[in-house]
């Protein structure tokens, strides 16, 4: 029999969680704090119990909570405050170290790290997409206390959303995701920000005029919604700062290339186009295990 699942904040990805396991047949509780969220879940039929008072998870299995990421633990402890003791609480916050590190300690709550690797750059549930995980990663950072059996039970429900499951340490989850998310969102909110003030107004302004689909998808990320972005930056600082110091080499040695030998130049942005190529299908899908890399 399914899990009783709980999903608590109703946002981009609450809202896409409630949607793509409703598809799967799930029993599901919504929760929210504020009755607006409600009544968009209750229009868009998301669940079938809907509440701003936590008590309404007694029988939930397992509990999403999809906070800001900032708000991510002390939601878990109030949920926790709520549920059945043998009630699998799972987070999906875009970083894991501190809130990994925190739960190692608090072995009474049975949690579980998870970290979906798709969204958007909007907010909300009226924004959340039906088939947002389908075929996309989805992390699980368990905890030192964290039972095999309860690691099965969230392993099956995001393959019955159609993710894939991934099982990563904590820490390294935060370096890996750092290289490719939080800190292209820096580079992202930089390249749009070096046009914007640049010296010449008029250079300027004609530059915005002509801008197309390659600076829009090299600048889609720097519109992310602003509470998760700074989140995602200043939770995951020493990371991003340490693929900033990795970028500024890169792009050093690649601007000597350009300068100095224009040969070894176009072999190093070949290479690079080639292997990126081989990293997403034509229809943008991540091939990774089809892609073997060194
Ligand atoms: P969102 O659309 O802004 O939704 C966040 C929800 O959190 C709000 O709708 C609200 O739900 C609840 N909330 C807001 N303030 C809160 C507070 N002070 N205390 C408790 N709950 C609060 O953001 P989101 O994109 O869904 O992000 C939610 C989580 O998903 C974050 O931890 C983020 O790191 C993670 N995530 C996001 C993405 C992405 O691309 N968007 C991808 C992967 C993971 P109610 O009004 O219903 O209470």
């Avoid at 904040?9 to 969220?37: D, F, H, M, N, P």
């Avoid at 879940?41 to 309404?56: P, Q, R, V």
């Avoid at 130049?265 to 892609?291: C, Q, V």
């Amino acid at each position: 029999m399914k899990p009783v699942v709980g999903v608590v904040g109703l946002g981009l990805i609450g809202g896409s969680i409630l949607k793509g396991l409703k598809k799967q047949g799930y029993k599901l509780i919504a929760v929210s704090r504020t009755e607006t969220s409600i009544e968009t879940a209750k229009g868009l039929n998301l669940a079938d119990t809907y509440s701003t008072n936590m008590d309404c998870l007694k029988n939930a299995d397992v509990v999403f909570v999809c906070a800001p990421i900032s708000k991510t633990i002390e939601t878990i402890e109030k949920v926790a405050e709520h549920t059945k003791p043998t009630a699998i609480i799972a987070d999906v916050a875009s970083l894991k170290g501190f809130i990994v590190d925190y739960f190692n300690d608090k072995s009474n709550i049975k949690f579980i790290g998870t970290h979906p690797m798709a969204g958007t750059e909007f907010k909300g549930i009226e924004n959340s997409p039906e088939e947002l995980y389908v075929e996309a990663k989805w992390v699980i950072t368990p905890t030192q206390n964290t039972d095999k059996e309860d690691i099965n039970t969230i392993k099956l429900i995001i393959e019955d959303i159609k993710a894939i499951p991934i099982i990563a340490e904590a820490d390294e989850h935060d370096k890996a995701v750092s290289l490719i998310s939080h800190f292209p969102l820096l580079v992202s909110q930089s390249l749009f920000g070096t046009v914007q003030n640049h010296s010449d107004k008029s250079v300027k302004n004609l530059a915005f005029k002509l801008a197309a689909s390659g600076f829009r998808d090299t600048t889609r990320i720097a519109a992310t919604n602003i509470e998760l972005a700074k989140d995602m930056e200043i939770h995951n600082k020493k990371n991003v700062l340490e693929s900033l110091e990795n970028f500024k080499k890169y792009i050093d040695d690649i601007k000597n290339l350009l300068e100095s030998n224009e040969e070894a130049f176009i072999d190093t942005i070949s290479e690079i186009a080639e292997h990126r190529n081989k990293l997403y299908s034509k229809d943008g899908k991540n091939i990774f295990p089809i892609y073997p890399i060194d």
